[in-house]
């Protein structure tokens, strides 16, 4: 049978938009790379190596970029990203509840248990009166009026920010120093070495818990949550990428973290200056047994068992 070229034109459009001649499985080109948000925060960054170097091992391609928490949640609706470790709630449940409400961004797991994110304060400063967020405007004097935030754009800044604008606890008059995470706490480590008071948003797990004497304030448990600001870190996904993806989706459910291991990697990191992939492959490797559960049920991205593929791949980085 012979066909008009009009024909043969219109046949050829519908066999390429029906996929014939494409790969036999559309998921696995889909599926390649991983995309994925990192905020900055040495949590965060630890975590997202982590499960970078397990992704890569698994024959993945990763690309991890570095926003702020907002534009993360957007990037995730506008599917510019795949996946983000690092939602802390109830701190985050400003940025995060419009895309859970308008199903662009979706829950994968709780991955972090018993985290914390309030104000602190030097034990020294606690013990001079400091101890609650009331108590803080009845020292604006040895405070110099300021509460030193991280990046511009955070929820904690943000939560700060919202007391000042409303007045909140007596807050009219401070100002909120905002820089980063590192910024911060060199504020917090000249002040703890003059003796000097300050106060800091601060988290666990942290370094800082160990390399400071700190105290959380009491009294922050509408803005920051109950028991000092406690909190879960869950990752979340942009809705649909996992269903697509279902080799990925097993291993994002099976992935989770303890203060201990985020500890030990962002002590690694800021102590040691490991790079995180670095600091993860070595923990990994005193670790199997984490190993094992992230990758229960998972493959290789073609198809084989996953945890040889990993621990080979692991040795070979000596």
Known sequence: MRLSKTA?????????????GAPSDPATVDCSLVRMSDVGWSDITATTGAVQVVLEAL????????LSVPVTYASLKNKDIDIFLGTWLPAQSQDVTPYLEDGSVEKVRVNLEDAKYTMAVPKYVADGGLRSFQDISRFSDKLQGKIYGIEPGNDGNRLVLDMISDNQFGLGEFELVESSEQGMLTQVARAVERGEWIVFLGWAPHPMNTRYDITYLAGGDDIFGADFGKATVTTVARTGFLEKCP??????????????????????MLDQKKEPQAAAIDWFRSHPDVLEQWLKGVTTRNGDEALPAVKQSFRAED
Do not use: H, P, Q
């Not at 043969?8 to 938009?17: D, E, G, K, P, R």
């Open 8 to 20: 043969l034109i219109v046949l050829v459009v519908t066999l390429i938009s029906s996929g014939c």
């Open 59 to 66: 024959g993945y391609e990763v690309d991890v970029k570095m």
């Open 247 to 268: 080799n990925l989706k097993r291993l994002f459910e099976n992935i989770t973290f303890t203060l201990e291991m985020e500890n030990t990697l962002m002590t690694a």
